[in-house]
């Protein structure tokens, strides 16, 4: 039996339409739980989009996409109202999944190109870490979530290390890791555990958009003791694992899924 199938469990992934999200949406549903995702894509990309929600609906759960500004209030409304049909009276989000990758990478210093701003920090800050907040207060207030739920977010060693052009980003990661650990204290009592994932570099469209990231990349291929770079799947994989009920009593903290990357 699927861990999931009989629990009438949902996954709302952030951010879910490629990469680390669109993976773990994957893995969960051939376990048994019903995906939404929030995504905001180019429609030049709906129809492979499109063609991965049908191979999620295969394994027979439901799922709902919604290509909207995540950050947008209104939307946000909008959706919550959809999601609470969706579940009816006894489904429950069992999970929210923050895989939001709206970033800035300007340098902080360029004799040729603009340089981060202070709009650039508060733009990078809310998509990629204060919106976890807004996300779990939104699902709370309106009690969609399952007494025992899991909140996570992908995080990077870019949270204690600097990289070039990832000054904003940094910053971000570094908020969304305080933001969780707060988020594990506070809701605690209600059942919710919020933990981040520090995935090891891992080829996505995110990482091809920070500058030279190709030499991150040879780097990683001598660096990690596995000789291999961290897929989406890698990760996904940890992230169902956090959502069974052998890892209820683990929260607010960040685990490192990188293959031994961070040893070197």
Request: net charge positive; charged share 20%; glycine share 6%.
């Amino acid at each position: 039996m699927k861990d999931f199938e009989t629990k009438n469990y949902w996954a709302l992934i952030l951010g879910g339409s490629s990469g680390m999200g669109l993976a773990t949406a994957k893995v969960l549903a051939k376990h048994g739980m019903h995906i939404c995702i929030v995504h905001r894509s180019p429609r030049l990309f709906e129809t492979a989009l499109a063609n991965e929600i049908e191979k999620i609906k295969a394994t027979g759960v439901q799922c709902l996409a919604f290509n909207v500004d995540a950050l947008k209030a209104e939307k946000q409304e909008a959706i919550i109202v959809k999601l609470k049909g969706a579940l009816g009276e006894k489904g429950r989000v069992k999970t929210l999944i923050h895989s939001i990758a709206k970033g800035n990478l300007k340098p902080m210093v360029s004799q040729e190109g603009t340089t981060l701003a202070q709009d650039d920090f508060t733009i990078t800050l809310q998509a990629m870490g204060v919106s976890i907040y807004n996300w779990t207060k939104a699902l709370f207030n309106a009690q969609l979530f399952d007494k025992d739920a899991r909140i996570l977010s992908f995080t990077s060693e870019g949270n204690t290390k600097p990289l070039q052009h990832y000054a904003a980003v940094s910053a971000a990661k570094a908020t969304l890791e305080a933001l969780t650990r707060n988020i594990a204290l506070e809701f605690a009592p209600y059942g919710i555990k919020a933990n981040c994932i520090q995935a090891g570099v891992t080829d996505t469209a995110s990482l091809r958009r920070i500058p030279n990231s190709e030499n991150i990349v040879t780097h990683t291929l001598k660096r990690n003791p596995n000789k291999r770079l961290t897929t989406p799947e890698d990760v996904a994989n940890v992230a169902y694992l956090m959502c069974k009920d052998e890892a209820k009593w683990i929260t607010g903290t960040v685990l490192i899924a990188d293959g031994g990357e961070h040893l070197v």
